[in-house]
C-alpha cells in the first residue's frame, strides 16, 4: 500500500506532530510526504531525512504558504490517483485538511485513530476516550487523521527520500489568510512537552493562575495546560486548553492542580505516563485517575512544592 502523509510545518520546519503519523503510515506500507507551503524547500529537506520516508512532494507555492484547506485539499486529493492512504496529524490543520480530501475523494474519513490493526483495521476513541472502537474501512481509498500520543515518533534522521516537486490547482479563489495571532511561548509546546503542569478553576483569575503555576512549571521546565473551565474564565489563553475540545496529551508527568477530572478534561491526559493530582476534595474523580494524588489546599501545597524542588 502506498501511503501519503500531510507533513506539518510553518514553511521552515517539520513540526512533530507529523512523525508519530510517519509511523502510522509505516505500518501500512511505502510512505510518501506532501510538504505543501510557500517557500519551504528546507522543510521537504528535513522531511526527507525522517527515517522510512520514499518521496517527498514538494507544492511549493503562494497558494499553500497557510495551508488553507480549501487550497491543499484538491491538491492532496489529486496526488491520491498514486496513492492509497492519506494520513494527516489529527491537529488543528489535519482536522482540517482531511476530511475535505475524504469528500473530495468520495470516501468516508476515519478519526484520531490509536493503532494500526490492519490493512483496512484501525481503532480509535469514541465517548471522550470512554470507548475504543474497532473500525474496517471498505472504501477503495483510505483518509486517516493519526493521534501523535498514540505513535511513536519515526525518527527524526537517518531516512533518503526523495524531493520530487509538484504541483497542485493553486488557490481555488474561496478563502484568502488575513492574520494570525500566535501566543508567544518560551515554554516546551504542550502535545511534545514531558512534563505538563496544569490549573483549574480553583486558581481564581489570571493573576493567581501566573502567580502559582508558572513558578512550578518553570522549576520542571514544564508546559503549561489548563482545564476548559480556566480557559473560559480568561485566566489563559485557549490554546492552553487541555481536554476533549482541547489538546490531547501524553507527558511523562501530568501535574493537575485544582481540577476536578471532567471526563471532558480527562480525555485529554488519562494517557500521561505518571499523573498528580492536587485538590482539596478528596471525592473528586481526578483522584481515580491520578498515581499520586494530595488532598489539600493547592495555595499552600503549591508554593511548598515548587520551593522544595
Ligand atoms: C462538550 C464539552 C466539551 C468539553 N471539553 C473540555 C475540555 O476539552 N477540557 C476541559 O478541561 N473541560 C472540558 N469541558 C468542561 C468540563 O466538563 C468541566 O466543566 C471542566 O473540565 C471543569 O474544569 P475544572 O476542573 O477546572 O473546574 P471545576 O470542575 O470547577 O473543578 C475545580 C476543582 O478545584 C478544586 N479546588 C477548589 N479550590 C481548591 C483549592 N484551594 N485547592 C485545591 N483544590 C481546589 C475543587 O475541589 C474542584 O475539584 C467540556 C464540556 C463539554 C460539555
Request: aromatic letters at 4%.
Amino acid at each position: 500500500m502506498k501511503t501519503l502523509v500531510l507533513v506539518e510545518h510553518d514553511n521552515a520546519s517539520v513540526k512533530d506532530a507529523t512523525l508519530a503519523t510517519v509511523t502510522a503510515a509505516s505500518k501500512l506500507g511505502e510512505v510518501h510526504l506532501l510538504v505543501a507551503g510557500s517557500g519551504c524547500a528546507a522543510v521537504a529537506d528535513e522531511a526527507a531525512k525522517i527515517a522510512g520516508v520514499g518521496k517527498v512532494h514538494l507544492a511549493d507555492d503562494a497558494a499553500y504558504e497557510h495551508q488553507l484547506a480549501e487550497n491543499v485539499a484538491p491538491l492532496a486529493a489529486g496526488l491520491m490517483a498514486d496513492h492509497d492512504a492519506f494520513l494527516a496529524p489529527a491537529t488543528t490543520t489535519g482536522k482540517n485538511i482531511a476530511p475535505r480530501v475524504a469528500a473530495l475523494l468520495d470516501v468516508m474519513q476515519i478519526s484520531d485513530i490509536i493503532s494500526v490493526e490492519g490493512d483496512k483495521t484501525f481503532t480509535r476513541p469514541i465517548y471522550a476516550g470512554n470507548a475504543i472502537a474497532t473500525v474496517e474501512s471498505s472504501d477503495a481509498k483510505l483518509v486517516i487523521t493519526v493521534r501523535g500520543t498514540a505513535f511513536d515518533k519515526a525518527a527524526a534522521e537517518g531516512g533518503s527520500g526523495t524531493v520530487e516537486a509538484v504541483s497542485g490547482p493553486g488557490d481555488a479563489g474561496i478563502s484568502s489568510f488575513v492574520s494570525a495571532e500566535i501566543a508567544e511561548s518560551e515554554r516546551p509546546e504542550l502535545t511534545s512537552a514531558k512534563i505538563i503542569v496544569s490549573g483549574g478553576r480553583a486558581l481564581k483569575d489570571a493573576a493567581t493562575f501566573e502567580e502559582y503555576i508558572t513558578p512550578l512549571a518553570d522549576k520542571l521546565g514544564a508546559g503549561i495546560g489548563a482545564s476548559r473551565a480556566a480557559v473560559d474564565a480568561g485566566y489563559v489563553p485557549n490554546d492552553y486548553q487541555v481536554g476533549q475540545t482541547g489538546k490531547i496529551v501524553a507527558p511523562e508527568v501530568y501535574i493537575a492542580i485544582g481540577i476536578s477530572g471532567a471526563i471532558q478534561h480527562l480525555a485529554g491526559m488519562k494517557d500521561s505516563k505518571t499523573i498528580i493530582a492536587i485538590n482539596k476534595d478528596e471525592d473528586a474523580p481526578i483522584f481515580q485517575v491520578a498515581d499520586i494524588g494530595l488532598v489539600a489546599d493547592l495555595f499552600n501545597a503549591v508554593p511548598e512544592l515548587t520551593g522544595k524542588l
